[in-house]
T-cell receptor, first 114, second 112 residues
Framework: EAQVTQNPRYLITVTGKKLTVTCSQNMNHEYMSWYRQDPGLGLRQIYYSMNVEVTDKGDVPEGYKVSRKEKRNFPLILESPSPNQTSLYFC?????????????FGSGTRLTVV | EDQVTQSPEALRLQEGESSSLNCSYTVSGLRGLFWYRQDPGKGPEFLFTLYSAGEEKEKERLKATLTKKESFLHITAPKPEDSATYLCAVQAGGTSYGKLTFGQGTILTVHP
C-alpha cells in the first residue's frame, strides 16, 4: 500500500533531550516535507526537500534539523526540544498522477515536551 | 509573503443544506491550489488540485472552483459523513516552488 509512515505516533519527552521523528515513503517520491499543526495557527511548513541531499527551510525552521540521505526517508531532528515545540507533526510527500500534483500525508506524530 | 485566508472558521449545516467554503489567497505566481479534508487526529486527505483561473474539479458532493484571488469549495446536499475540517493550501512558482502555505481551515459540521 502506497503510504507515508511516521514514527512514533505519540512521544512525550523532556526539555533538551534530543529526539528524531522518522518519516518514510514507499512511492519513490522526490519531494518530501514536514509541517507542524497548532490550534489557531493551522499547518505550517518546517522544512522541505526537493530530492536527495537537497533541503530548504519552510516558514518555521527554528529549532529543527532535517536530512535527506536517501529518497525514501526524511527524518525530523529536534536537537534540544523546548516546550514551545509541543505540537502535532505531519510529514508529506508529493505525487503526480494523470498530470495532477498533490501531497500524501502521514498519520501524524503528537509530541509533548515537558 | 504568501497568504491564505479561509472563511468561515466554522460552518454548521443541516443534512441536505448546500453551501460554500471560501479560500482567499495572495501568492507570487500560483503554481497550484490544493483542497484537503482532515478528520480529527488524522493526516490531511487530498481532494483537489487547481492550477488556473476558471478551472473546476468535482468529486461526489464536492466541487472546487478557482479565480485569480480565491477558490470555493461547494458542498451539495451534504451528509453527516462530510463533517471534517477542510484545508486550502497554495504553492508558489519560481524559487518558492517547494513552499506550501496553508489556511487555518474551515470546520464543517453537518447535522442529520
Amino acid at each position: 500500500e502506497a503510504q507515508v509512515t511516521q514514527n512514533p505516533r505519540y512521544l512525550i519527552t523532556v526539555t533538551g533531550k534530543k529526539l528524531t521523528v522518522t518519516c518514510s515513503q514507499n512511492m519513490n517520491h522526490e519531494y518530501m516535507s514536514w509541517y507542524r499543526q497548532d490550534p489557531g495557527l493551522g499547518l505550517r511548513q518546517i522544512y522541505y526537500s526537493m530530492n536527495v541531499e537537497v533541503t530548504d527551510k519552510g516558514d518555521v525552521p527554528e529549532g529543527y534539523k532535517v536530512s535527506r540521505k536517501e529518497k525514501r526517508n526524511f527524518p525530523l531532528i529536534l536537537e534540544s526540544p523546548s516546550p514551545n515545540q509541543t505540537s502535532l507533526y505531519f510529514c508529506a510527500s508529493r505525487f503526480t498522477r494523470t498530470g495532477v500534483d498533490g501531497y500524501t500525508f502521514g498519520s501524524g506524530t503528537r509530541l509533548t515536551v515537558v | 509573503e504568501d497568504q491564505v485566508t479561509q472563511s468561515p472558521e466554522a460552518l454548521r449545516l443541516q443534512e441536505g443544506e448546500s453551501s460554500s467554503l471560501n479560500c482567499s489567497y495572495t501568492v507570487s505566481g500560483l503554481r497550484g491550489l490544493f483542497w484537503y479534508r482532515q478528520d480529527p487526529g488524522k493526516g490531511p486527505e487530498f481532494l483537489f488540485t487547481l492550477y488556473s483561473a476558471g478551472e473546476e474539479k468535482e468529486k461526489e458532493r464536492l466541487k472546487a472552483t478557482l479565480t485569480k484571488k480565491e477558490s470555493f469549495l461547494h458542498i451539495t446536499a451534504p451528509k453527516p459523513e462530510d463533517s471534517a475540517t477542510y484545508l486550502c493550501a497554495v504553492q508558489a512558482g519560481g524559487t518558492s516552488y517547494g513552499k506550501l502555505t496553508f489556511g487555518q481551515g474551515t470546520i464543517l459540521t453537518v447535522h442529520p
